[in-house]
């Protein structure tokens, strides 16, 4: 049986009742709940809401801010690379 903590909306349920009751502990994180994961009475995990808003992927944001040195590709003799010489 789930546990519930005082006025702060954290609930405790062990590694089995929330594989049965997984579908129940989503909805009550929709709707702001914390969720702890306990193996024998002992916190695991802890399951929060997803953050409202996630960053875009900005395609070219490092654009000019990285710089590669001439030669940077050039082939590397593996006998002088193991001998520490590069």
């Not at 502990?25 to 916190?43: C, F, L, M, S």
């Not at 929060?48 to 490092?62: F, H, I, K, T």
């Not at 940077?72 to 006998?79: G, K, Q, Y």
């Amino acid at each position: 049986m789930a546990i519930i903590h005082g006025y702060n909306g954290i609930m405790d349920f062990s590694i089995a009742e929330a594989k049965n009751r997984f579908p129940e502990i989503i909805r009550a994180v929709e709707q702001g709940e914390q969720v702890v994961i306990t193996r024998h009475g002992k916190p695991v995990a802890q399951i929060l809401a997803a953050p409202a808003e996630r960053r875009q992927v900005r395609l070219g944001g490092m654009k000019d801010r990285i710089r590669l040195l001439p030669g940077w590709d050039a082939p590397v003799d593996p006998d002088r690379f193991l001998a520490g010489e590069l």
